[in-house]
Nanobody, 118 residues
Framework: QVQLVESGGGLVQAGGSRRLSCAAS????????MGWFRQAPGKEREFVAAITWSGGSTSYADSVKDRFTISRDNAENTVYLQMNSLKPEDTAVYYCAAAVSSPQYDYWGQGTQVTVSS
């Protein structure tokens, strides 16, 4: 079992920055990939960013590329999402996820709300 707890959400003005954190527990954190997803009101959940177990490779949705950065600290069992140049369309509940037992994400956090005001 893996437990994921996100934090760092809140209200931010357009153009501002925010860093989300996701603390993991329950399994060896450095052995699995992590990802961030988001779900805006009335929309389906969408992929935001992912990072491999070592942190050596990352991937991003086109909508956040060059603005968001995913990173991880395996010593702290934490994955981060640094969000810069935020836009109102980035408003969503942000979830972290872990791909522990398969290439699919099989553990999810409870989500943290990010609201970007214009």
């Amino acid at each position: 079992q893996v437990q994921l707890v996100e934090s760092g959400g809140g209200l931010v003005q357009a153009g501002g920055s925010r860093r989300l954190s996701c603390a993991a527990s329950g399994r060896t954190f450095s052995s699995y990939a992590m990802g961030w997803f988001r779900q805006a009101p009335g929309k389906e959940r969408e992929f935001v960013a992912a990072i491999t177990w070592s942190g050596g490779s990352t991937s991003y949705a086109d909508s956040v590329k060059d603005r968001f950065t995913i990173s991880r600290d395996n010593a702290e069992n934490t994955v981060y999402l640094q969000m810069n140049s935020l836009k109102p369309e980035d408003t969503a509940v942000y979830y972290c996820a872990a791909a522990v037992s398969s290439p699919q994400y099989d553990y999810w956090g409870q989500g943290t709300q990010v609201t970007v005001s214009s």
